[in-house]
């Protein structure tokens, strides 16, 4: 199955059990996780592509009609508990666009999208306690949520230092941002098999893949599409966040010119100037081709684990073709 045709045969099996799922919210709540999800909006332009649940289905098989509706519930799972930490993470950042329409604290208020978030998390598990993998699920989605929440902690207390290393800024990423991959992967493999072995190749896949989206998400923010992750393009920069980016950056180099760049970071911050000096920098001093190198090592770490953690030769193909496509080389070899 191409990745157009499997985009599409993911959307139309996932939204209807999501949709179903999120009717379980009381009002105002509903109201406003359909407005997140886009349901609502005149515009057409969707809230989200459910890229996650593509992995989750996945880890089931390639047949959509035979194998698919195993792991259902576990895509939705996922996705509700993937969006409850996006409607905080909009808090948190103050970021008021997302996939090209108002973020939902903007429309509704904070107070009431804090609450939005928490609801939709709670959601989450309570549908993981209506299967037969119940135990393991909530664990596995338990111990995802946490990285999760501690890589935005970190990454909130990192915005003011000038100390964080390139190492710590990865570690940041693989919390709260590989993690969501590795939580598809983890539910859409418990969904039907409950295996060690699997298991530990499913997450291992996950976290390698994650990462790698993660980092390519970086540099698209800046070289690439402005909808890596729905937000602006820029919005980490004008956040004055310690990316990989930055800190590789600031790793290659030296003492006046590692001043500069912050420099040009906190005027970004206030007034959106020094953009193209900032970007030049960051391309001319090696880190964007440092970052791409990375990324390079976890696609290759990702395509180690693949057979292990599907084991349908098909959907390993699919899942291979995909990630690749996410990184933007649909014709590259792993």
Partial sequence: M????LTVSVAEHLDPPLRAAVDRLEDPLREMARYHFGWDD???VPASRH?????????AGSDPGKDWGRA????VAATVLLHGFLVHDDIIDQDRVRRFRPTCWTVYGKSAAIELGAAMEALAFELIAETNWAAKGVTAAAQCARRMA??????IAHEDRDDITLDLALETSRRKDATCTELFLLLGTLSVSDDAERLAAAGELGVNAGMAFSLNGFLDEIWGSPDHHGKLSLSDLRQRKKTPLITAALERLGPRESRRLLGLLDAYSRDDS???????????CGARQHLTELIDGFTAQAAHALP???????ARHAAHDYIL????????AV
């Fill in 2 to 5: 191409k990745v157009p045709e």
């Fill in 42 to 44: 005149s515009s057409g």
């Fill in 51 to 59: 890229k996650g649940a593509i992995m989750a289905y996945l880890c």
């Fill in 72 to 75: 259902t519930v576990a895509a």
């Fill in 150 to 155: 501690a890589g935005q902690t970190l990454d």
């Fill in 274 to 284: 020094g953009a193209q000096q900032l970007i030049a920098l960051l391309d001319s």
């Fill in 308 to 314: 292990a953690a599907l084991t349908d030769p098909a």
């Fill in 325 to 332: 496509s996410r990184l933007g080389r649909r014709d590259a």
